[in-house]
């Protein structure tokens, strides 16, 4: 759960620290105060899209800090090697630059951004005010509904079986071609194929050539070079070499050896590098051999690299890249030319493939209808409690209006259907749905799917728009029974909500030296009054007090009757 948060100069907050409990936490404050920063900033903490615009005016940066503890062990922890410290608290960190650069860290540790949205989404939800509305895109309803059945796995099984069906018909249109065109490229690659092979390419043979060429093009100094080498340690016809001198030597001293013990080391010294010298000479002689050339042996050369140099350009960056190309221009030939054979054995695949996809996808299906089924009579329940026990919600099935009758996502179409009025018949719920019934909807599957999910948090962000009344009284109640397993923060403007909360926050705007500052305090009960008051009426009258009094008393002898 989050047990503390720090705000720096974000938005019109200068500076807060604020202390959530466990349970259920409620902010409320005037519209415009700032309880929606303090909810973006937890959202940035945990990774959220941030700029440079959320820094308040005249800071150089903005920073957040959160801190979590009573953690579920997490495979994020494994994953990074990072979490919680020896008191079981987790401290994540992000400094928002106006440079637009981040710092994220988490456990001290530096972070990507997408590491910190990873552990982010383990860790807590955020519900705004507008997830009512994702109820009235049809194209949500199947996620919604595979959220719940945990039909992950078998989603993915059946979308590897689908991708199969598609690579085959990508194949197959590639080898379906016209007879003209096919022509075409069978001249195309018999050209190619046939001047590449006349060429007789060797690998490697182009860095060959070029070493070659370079010692062709010195031949004369290169020779010079070898022959007063090997003249020098062999004497040559001349006279004595190096080779011949230092053998006198050796035997000098050899002679004096019998008499001397320092001779006879410098003996064996000299002998030592006579060898080293013998293989000199062994090696100045191959470097002769290699120097041997003929007349007219460079034109060669360079008539060889042209020719290279030309083919290069059309087919490849070295003789490596090119006898690539020419396994690919045989390939591709064999392909065409056996074009009817391939395509029947990839017809018989893709009948396989479609086989198999189908066969995956109705499993799917089976799953998806077996949790629509609990899905609805779970939302139904949920809706009951939430004062709307007329109203009927179903999950409706449809064939895929796809080819094959799938595409990625499976073979359902899906989407919520609901009845709010006795004797009516159920129909899509962007048709007939107020503002009041998708938030408690909304609600309601939210509060469903939250079931299937690690995550400890949950925040609602003024989800109760559109409803008043004894259904906000009912919204209310179901909240503080959704934190009795999960903490829950939520920003209302319902009086019914701030009096159900465990713990009450106030966000209060105020100018201090002509400067617009934003303040988040704690209340205690007779600030809860007050507060509760001014949301039920704006001016704070006594009636309006004694009102506070009784929604407070009454919220009170709810939880205490639920927690006995």
């Known amino acids: 759960m989050l047990s503390l948060l720090h705000i720096e100069n974000i938005a019109v907050i200068d500076r807060a620290d604020i202390s959530f409990d466990g349970g259920f936490n409620v902010l409320t404050g005037e519209t415009g105060a700032g309880k929606s920063i303090v909810i973006d900033a937890i959202g940035a903490v945990l990774g959220g899209r941030t700029s440079r615009d959320l820094i308040r005016t005249g800071a150089k940066s903005a920073r957040v800090t959160a801190v979590f503890r009573d953690l ?17 608290e ?7 630059q106006g440079d637009g650069r981040n710092v994220c860290r988490v456990g001290g540790v530096p972070m990507l951004v997408g590491q910190l949205r990873e552990l982010g989404l383990r860790l807590l939800n955020i519900h705004g005010q507008h997830d009512g509305q994702q109820l009235l895109d049809e194209d949500r309803h199947l996620d919604y509904l595979d959220s719940f059945g945990g039909t992950g796995e078998r989603r993915a099984a ?9 690579e085959i018909r990508g194949t197959l249109s590639a080898l379906r071609m016209d007879d003209a065109e096919k022509a075409r490229r069978i001249d195309t690659l018999e050209y190619q194929i046939d001047e590449l092979e006349a060429a007789g390419l060797r690998p490697g043979e182009d860095e060959e050539l070029s070493d070659r060429r370079e010692i062709l093009r010195n031949a004369e100094r290169l020779t010079s070079s070898v022959e007063g080498a090997w003249a020098a340690l062999t004497g040559g016809e001349d006279g004595d070499g190096a080779l011949s001198l230092l053998m006198e030597a050796e035997g000098h001293l050899a002679a004096g050896g019998r008499h001397s013990a320092e001779l006879r080391e410098l003996a064996q010294a000299a002998t030592r590098l006579r060898c080293d010298l013998d293989d000199l000479a062994e090696r100045v002689r191959d470097a002769r051999s290699a120097f041997d050339f003929y007349p007219g042996e460079l034109d060669e050369v360079e008539a060889r690299l042209d020719r290279l140099y030309r083919l290069e350009k059309k087919y490849g960056g070295t003789t490596g890249e090119m006898l690539d190309y ?9 392909a065409i030319q056996f074009s009817e ?5 990839l017809e018989q695949e893709l009948k396989t493939a479609l086989e198999r996809a189908a066969e995956e996808g109705k499993k799917l299906s089976g799953e998806r209808r077996k949790a629509a089924g609990a899905l609805s009579a779970r939302i139904q329940a949920e809706l009951t409690e939430l004062d709307m026990p007329k109203v009927r919600f179903q999950v409706e099935f449809s064939p895929k209006d796809a080819p094959d009758g799938m595409d990625d996502t499976g073979m359902d179409t899906v989407r919520f259907l609901m009845s709010a009025n006795v004797g009516e018949d159920l129909k899509p719920i962007n048709r007939i749905a107020s503002g009041g019934e998708l938030s408690r909807i909304m609600l309601a599957l939210k509060n469903v799917l939250a079931e299937t999910e690690e995550v400890s948090t949950l925040i609602f962000d003024e989800v109760d728009a559109g409803v008043s009344g004894r259904a906000a009284a009912k919204v209310a109640r179901k909240l503080f029974q959704v934190s009795r397993g999960r903490q829950v923060l939520c920003v209302t403007h319902l009086p019914q909500i701030a009096a159900m909360g465990d713990v009450h ?10 400067r617009t500052y934003t303040e988040v305090t704690r209340l205690e009960r007779e600030g809860r009054k007050e507060e509760i008051a001014r949301l039920s009426g704006g001016a704070v009258t006594g009636a309006m007090l004694r009102g506070a009094e009784e929604l407070l008393s009454a919220a009170e002898a709810y939880k205490a009757e639920k927690l006995r």
């Open 326 to 334: 020419l396994a690919k221009c045989k390939a591709e030939l064999d």
């Open 341 to 345: 054979e391939r395509t029947a054995r």
């Open 72 to 88: 579920p062990a997490l495979a994020w922890f494994d994953e990074t090697g990072v979490g919680p410290d020896e008191n079981g």
């Open 158 to 166: 059946f979308a590897a079986a689908y991708g199969r069906v598609k």
């Open 505 to 514: 926050f106030s966000v209060e705007k105020g100018e201090r030296d002509g």
């Open 90 to 96: 987790l401290l994540l960190e992000r400094v928002i």
